[in-house]
Nanobody, 121 residues
């Protein structure tokens, strides 16, 4: 069983910063893409940022220049550095990994439980 645990959420004033972490445990053979999603109250879950195994990153327009996704050498650890936070960034943030558990297995998506980010004005 692969498990993702997020941390780093909390309450911050507008203009502040937070760093979210996501640590994976369990048997993982490989991953090809890791993502951060968020879901604000009353809204659909949206993709915020992604990073491939090759290091390519992509961001939704509303966070470009403010958020940075990274996955350092410690495998299957994912970060989201969030700067210049705005009230509209308030949401539950989820990490998501596409993984294979063995060479012969297909890819499957795994989700964390979410961490709440609240930005006050």
């Amino acid at each position: 069983q692969v498990r993702l645990v997020e941390s780093g959420g909390g309450l911050v004033q507008a203009g502040g910063s937070l760093r979210l972490s996501c640590v994976a445990s369990g048997i993982i053979f490989s991953t090809d893409v890791m993502r951060w999603y968020r879901q604000a109250p009353g809204s659909q879950r949206e993709l915020v940022a992604s990073i491939t195994s090759g290091g390519s990153t992509d961001y939704t327009d509303s966070v470009k220049g403010r958020f940075t996704i990274s996955s350092p050498d410690a495998k299957y650890t994912l970060y989201l550095q969030m700067n210049s936070l705005k009230p509209e960034d308030t949401a539950v943030y989820y990490c998501n990994l596409r993984i294979r558990r063995s060479f012969a297995a297909g890819y499957a998506e795994v989700w964390g439980q979410g961490t709440l980010v609240t930005v006050s004005s």
